[in-house]
């Protein structure tokens, strides 16, 4: 049981992180398509840099991890 606990509770991080991810993406896109240089589009596209650097970050510093699937997984 507890296996099934820390199993979900990674995929839940997984899940968010990708969400948040992939949100910016397309919101980057979506602005960066009809303001072309505008200052809100350039403020979005550096929220999603933060997020892909957070990510990395936490990859790089091993307190998460990607199994075979490609799903990040914390340690711990």
Partial sequence: ??????RRK???VCQ???LTYQTYS???AI???FLRKE???SALVTGLVAVETE???LV?????????DKEILLNG
């Fill in 31 to 33: 602005l960066h398509h």
């Fill in 16 to 18: 968010k992180l990708r």
């Fill in 55 to 57: 990510i990395e970050g």
């Fill in 26 to 28: 397309v919101m980057a």
């Fill in 39 to 41: 200052s809100s589009a």
């Fill in 10 to 12: 990674r995929v839940n």
């Fill in 60 to 68: 790089n510093r091993q307190e998460v991890k990607c199994d075979s």
């Fill in 1 to 6: 049981m507890k296996n099934f606990v820390q």
